[in-house]
């Protein structure tokens, strides 16, 4: 049977179900597509209708690699880490995607990898996954960029501000980080408030007679 691509994804968008033929011949479609299909739209079918399985992640992740245009690898990122809340195993691919050499071509994909990113630092604080996008963000910071392109060093910094400051400040950063002195000004605030917090440790960690416990 085929499917009504259009109409399938407006009935999941609604909280309503499609049928089992519907999701097999999604699955069909998947493992080989037809020049007519869109991969992207069977992908975001398969993660609105059903749960992360061993079998529907693999499906997926055939189309997270470079050959994926760029909707297509949006598509696959939001399914992967929003809908199935599976980045953990996608980090590294999602800060490639993320890298400032991918900024100029593939739009789509690094807004979606730096949001998957700033949602996983949020939950995680990972330390190596905020020092890696923090160098992306410090390396573009003093350089010439297009318009489009400082629009994506606002989102990489956004995604770093999730992962430090929690919710609240992310509301703040929605609202008052809108340029690249904007967040010049925060880094610098941001080093001001580390080295402050390291002192105070410094400090508790001696004893009165000035040996560390």
């Known amino acids: 049977m085929s499917v009504d691509v259009s109409a399938a994804l407006d009935k999941l968008k609604q909280g309503e179900r499609i049928g089992y033929q519907e999701i097999a011949e999604v699955k069909r479609k998947l493992v080989n597509p037809g020049p007519a299909d869109s ?13 992360a399985t061993k079998q529907n992640v693999a499906l997926v992740e055939r189309y997270f690699n470079n050959e994926s245009d760029d909707c297509t690898l949006r598509d696959v990122i939001y399914a992967l880490c929003h809908y199935w ?11 490639e995607f993320a890298s400032f050499g991918k900024w100029p071509y593939n739009s789509e ?5 730096f949001s998957a990113l700033g949602e996983y ?3 995680t604080h990972d330390a190596r996954i905020y020092g890696v996008i923090l160098k992306i963000v410090e390396e573009q910071l003093h350089r010439p960029h297009r318009l489009d392109e400082e629009e994506y060093l606002l989102i990489a910094y956004k ?4 992962g430090l400051m929690g919710p609240r400040r992310t ?8 340029s690249r002195d904007d967040i010049e000004s925060e880094l610098l605030e941001a080093a001001r ?21």
Not at 193 to 213: C, I, L, M, P, V
């Open 171 to 178: 509301l703040k950063a929605e609202f008052a980080i809108q």
């Open 193 to 213: 408030e580390r080295s402050g917090t390291e002192r105070s440790g410094a400090k508790r960690g001696r004893s009165s007679n000035g040996t560390d416990y």
């Open 121 to 123: 630092l949020e939950e």
């Open 85 to 95: 809340h599976g980045t953990r195993p996608h980090t590294d691919k999602l800060l």
């Open 39 to 51: 991969v992207g739209a069977l992908v975001r079918i398969l993660a609105l209708a059903e749960e």
């Open 159 to 162: 995604s770093l501000w999730r």
């Open 109 to 113: 994909t690094v807004i979606a990898s």
